[in-house]
């Protein structure tokens, strides 16, 4: 929070949209004032428990780390694993709510039918209908995009479709998601009742997420 609190904003707040992870970090640090826990341990009770997402975690126990997916990179035309990354999750000592967490798609299946299911999941709330409509709203309405320039569709930690040249292919007015540094994404699809989830650990990706999409979205009848 001492970083981040010396940054310059680019632009006038309200004139233009860029996402910026370090809004979530400040987030996560605002939970934790608030609810008097860790971050890593509040998300846990109020989100992994109630919806049974037994492998997602922030900081990875000693028995489940053999499991953890390398990140990989691009070095001179080929693939190598980035020793860096993994050195770091060994010693990790901050939660990183702007990009630490692990899960499997099994548990990010449960997050997002619950979504899906306008904050339930198996009879159980987790969120209130209110909460998920706020969540998933235009909230960058009139609001210019400052990588694109053109018009923004950001929800409260969601991308929203919207813009017909950016737009992931086949997806439905009113779908929303998230993807990662990495190439991972979730991706929900209200009106087909569809979750799209595709998990990678690659810096620089390339096509892969839109063929995914497009395949996806051609399989609904």
Not at 44 to 51: A, I, N, S, T
Not at 101 to 126: H, I, K, P, W
Not at 147 to 161: E, H, I, K
Not at 184 to 193: M, R, V
Request: overall charge neutral; proline content about 5%.
């Amino acid at each position: 929070m001492a970083l981040l609190a010396k940054q310059e904003p680019e632009f006038t707040p309200g004139t233009q949209f860029r996402y910026a992870s370090s809004g979530f970090a400040i987030l996560g640090r605002i939970i934790e004032v608030v609810s008097g826990k860790p971050y890593e341990q509040f998300v846990k009770e109020r989100v992994f428990d109630p919806l049974g997402m037994r492998d997602s975690f922030f900081f990875i126990p000693d028995d489940r780390r053999a499991r953890v997916a390398s990140v990989y990179r691009k070095q001179d035309g080929k693939l190598e694993k980035w020793r860096e990354i993994d050195e770091y999750t060994r010693h990790a000592k901050y939660s990183a709510p702007e990009f630490g967490m692990y899960s499997t798609a099994e548990d990010l299946a449960a997050f997002c039918q619950m979504m899906l299911n306008g904050g339930t999941f198996r009879g159980r709330r987790v969120l209130s209908r209110m909460s998920v409509a706020a969540m998933t709203a235009n909230h960058t309405m009139n609001i210019k995009s400052a990588v694109t320039q053109r018009p923004a569709y950001n929800g409260l930690g969601w991308g929203l479709s919207g813009d017909p040249i950016d737009d992931f292919p086949l997806t439905s007015p009113g779908s929303y998601g998230h993807n990662g540094a990495f190439g991972s994404l979730i991706w929900i699809d209200p009106k087909e009742g569809l979750v799209r989830i595709f998990l990678e650990q690659l810096l620089g990706s390339g096509s892969e997420l839109d063929i995914f999409m497009a395949m996806a979205g051609a399989a609904v009848n």
